[in-house]
């Protein structure tokens, strides 16, 4: 479908940019509440990288959507937190 009236989502699976744009967007989800909760419980990076038995650095690539982060090192920064990442399949 090309032209006026196509809908973005069209746009974006016509470029071939839907599924990367959806995932990118579910990370940056995700990794935003891990910042607030951080927030909320007053958790440095530099804390929570001693929890997690890792460097600050490793924390910052946590935290950044772009970097290729395993949904199981997610997992770990939300336990570390007491919390725990929840994906479903719809």
């Excluded at 974006?12 to 940056?28: G, W």
């Excluded at 946590?62 to 997992?75: A, C, M, Q, V």
Aim: proline content about 1%; glycine content about 4%; charged content about 30%.
């Amino acid at each position: 479908m090309n032209g006026i009236g196509q809908s973005f989502d069209d746009f974006m699976i016509e470029q071939d940019l839907y599924d990367e744009a959806k995932e990118l967007s579910a990370k940056k989800l995700i990794v935003l509440e891990l910042k607030q909760e951080m927030e909320a419980q007053k958790l440095s990076k530099s804390k929570i990288a001693e929890k997690m038995h890792t460097s600050r650095v490793a924390v910052d690539n946590i935290l950044d959507p772009n970097y290729n982060t395993s949904i199981g090192t997610l997992e770990r920064l939300a336990s570390v937190l007491g919390k725990k990442l929840h994906i479903s399949l719809q």
